[in-house]
């Protein structure tokens, strides 16, 4: 089913990988997390009186909500709040940057991650996993004195300059990069 996904989203990525413990080749998988950089689009602007304006979108993002109105995916929902054990509400995490879905057929959830170029590698380190290598990176980040941040615009690892200097941010060529930068020795996703 990952594939499947992948397969749908290529075109419209820059970069994509399967991550997560499907990469890690784990017996026991929860869900698919995909990583990618999504390439844009221009297409007519529905609020333009005339309709010759264009506006920039996200590619994959039309791709993933083609998805949805065929049925293969949908938003997956979580309880925000209980009364007596029953959930109340339910809210989405759909953004730019983070969208949890659940495959329709089989209701195995899918987690999408979207990224920059810049900030691909420790994004992919970072939900690759495991839970115990991620600390291990943040841990030994710390212990040098920067703030590992895997996150879109995160800007990887940064610090602050002081004494009225910008902060510092440290990008990442390649996983290896990721663990070498903290002094760790690098691990092969299925050793993680």
């Known amino acids: 089913m990952g ?3 992948v397969e749908a989203l290529s075109p419209v990525c820059a970069r994509i990988q399967i991550a997560g413990s499907l990469r890690r080749k784990k017996e026991l998988v929860g869900d698919v997390e995909i990583v990618y950089v999504p390439k844009f689009t221009e297409v007519p602007n529905p609020q333009s009186l005339f ?3 264009l506006m920039r979108v996200n590619a994959a993002d039309l791709i993933i909500q083609a998805l949805i ?3 293969a995916l949908a938003k997956r929902p979580k309880p925000s709040s209980t009364l007596a054990g029953r959930p109340q509400n339910y809210v989405f995490t759909w953004g730019e940057w983070i969208k949890l879905a659940v495959a329709v057929k089989t209701g195995v959830p899918v987690d999408l991650f979207a990224t920059t170029q810049e900030d691909w590698w420790n994004v992919l380190v970072c939900r690759t996993g ?3 290598s991620n600390t291990r990176i943040a841990g030994e980040a710390l212990r040098r004195g920067w703030q590992w941040n895997p996150s879109p615009s995160g800007g990887g690892f940064r610090r602050e300059a ?3 200097r910008p902060e510092e941010f440290v990008r990442m060529n390649s996983e290896q990069e990721v663990f070498e930068f903290v002094g760790l020795k690098y691990l092969e996703p299925d050793e993680r």
């Open 51 to 53: 309709g010759d304006e």
């Open 162 to 164: 002081g004494n009225g």
């Open 130 to 132: 495991s839970a115990e």
């Open 3 to 5: 594939e499947r996904i």
């Open 69 to 71: 109105e065929r049925g």
